[in-house]
C-alpha cells in the first residue's frame, strides 16, 4: 500500500497563509493523480483541490479558488497546498489523497488516504 503523510497544519489568524504538504511512499510519486480533502468537526468530507499526475491540469471546489493552489513536485516526491487569504469556514482537518489515475473529485476516486492534519484559521 501507499502510505501518505500530510505535514504544514496549524493556527493562523484570518487572512494568513499555510502551506500543507502531503509525501507518499511505496511507488513512484509521479505514478499518482493527488487530491486534497477537508472535513470540518460534524461535516462530511469535502473536495478541496487536486491535480494529475503530470501536474498540468488541477481543479477546485468553488469555496477555494483563487486562494488556494495545489502542485507538485515529483523529483521531490512531494504534492502542496498553499492556502492564502484562509477564512474561519476553511478550518477543518485536510487529507491528503492518492488515485492510480484520475484526479477526482469525488471521495470513491482515490484509493489511499492520509491521517489528515489540522487547520484552524481563526478571527
Known amino acids: 500500500q501507499v502510505q501518505l503523510v500530510e505535514s504544514g497544519g496549524g493556527l493562523v489568524q484570518a487572512g494568513g497563509s499555510l502551506r500543507l504538504s502531503c509525501a507518499p511512499s511505496?511507488?513512484?510519486?509521479?505514478?499518482?493523480?493527488m487530491g486534497w480533502f477537508r472535513q470540518a468537526p460534524g461535516k462530511e468530507r469535502e473536495f478541496v483541490a487536486a491535480?494529475?499526475?503530470?501536474?498540468?491540469?488541477?481543479r477546485y471546489a468553488d469555496s477555494v479558488k483563487e486562494r488556494f493552489t495545489i502542485s507538485r513536485d515529483n523529483a521531490k516526491n512531494t504534492v502542496y497546498l498553499q492556502m492564502n487569504s484562509l477564512k474561519p469556514e476553511d478550518t477543518a482537518v485536510y487529507y491528503c489523497?492518492?488515485?492510480?489515475?484520475?484526479?477526482?473529485?469525488?471521495?470513491?476516486?482515490?484509493?489511499?488516504w492520509g491521517q489528515g492534519t489540522q487547520v484552524t484559521a481563526s478571527s
Open positions: 491535480i494529475t499526475r503530470s501536474g498540468v491540469n488541477t
Open positions: 489523497a492518492a488515485d492510480g489515475w484520475y484526479y477526482g473529485s469525488s471521495s470513491a476516486d482515490y484509493d489511499y
Open positions: 511505496g511507488r513512484t510519486f509521479s505514478s499518482y493523480a
